[in-house]
């Protein structure tokens, strides 16, 4: 996310951006939220160093250990893959994982599997309140996976496609000697177009089903799928 535009909605109100980071069309058609946090986590900066603006107004944050929190859930498939990929590359060590439950009301995803219904580690009820230290006026959808740095509570990224590929190119240094190279270089041009496939039409297909609002936008998602 390059830029925000702030809306008159805040934390005090019972809405944050779109909850299910969703909205539908004149036909009743799902149609999904593509704005995310465009930042990174990069091996290039020294750990312990502030995050780097970069040219697009995004900002580069240095590979530190026991700095970030990853927040996911594993009802989601956006966010299940991120758990999945920090496992196999043995980050466990290096970022601590917290795991909101399997729904959310209309605010943000809630820690209500924790005791107390906090997160054990942030200290927050809610997902938003990471968003919120950051953007007091957020305008988006409150997503998992996000990374949260965990000294300030603040999200630093809830962009689930660099998150993984950044688990695997950036983190490396904290790789257990076995973990497996998800996105070789040699096959990342063959792979684009099957992974696009894949989030388009499967991923997504699910979602198209399951947020339309109109029968005609139903049946058409599921023969699509």
Not at 109 to 115: A, I, R
Request: proline share 6%.
């Amino acid at each position: 996310m390059r830029t925000l535009d702030c809306m008159t909605k805040t934390k005090d109100t019972d809405w944050a951006g779109d909850a299910e980071n969703r909205t539908n069309n004149d036909k009743g058609e799902f149609v999904r939220d593509t704005n995310y946090i465009d930042d990174r986590i990069v091996a290039d900066l020294e750990p312990g160093s502030a995050p780097q603006q970069t040219d697009d107004r995004s900002f580069v944050w240095p590979v530190e250990k026991d700095r970030y929190r990853l927040i996911a859930a594993r009802a989601c498939p956006w966010a299940h893959r991120t758990i999945i990929a920090r496992r196999l590359y043995g980050l466990e060590d290096a970022i601590s994982l917290g795991l909101a439950g399997p729904t959310h009301d209309k605010r943000s995803w809630t820690f209500d599997l924790d005791p107390g219904g906090v997160d054990p580690v942030l200290g927050i009820p809610r997902l938003q309140d990471a968003y919120f230290a950051r953007y007091p006026e957020y305008p988006h959808g409150i997503t998992v996976p996000a990374i949260v740095e965990v000294s300030t509570g603040k999200v630093v990224t809830n962009k689930y496609s660099d998150i993984t590929i950044d688990f695997g190119q950036q983190w490396r240094q904290f790789h257990h000697e076995d973990a497996p190279d998800l996105y070789p270089a040699e096959l990342r041009e063959e792979m684009k177009p099957v992974m696009k496939r894949i989030l388009t039409e499967v991923n997504n297909g699910v979602y198209r089903r399951g947020f339309a609002t109109s029968q005609g936008a139903y049946e058409d998602a599921y023969h699509r799928l």
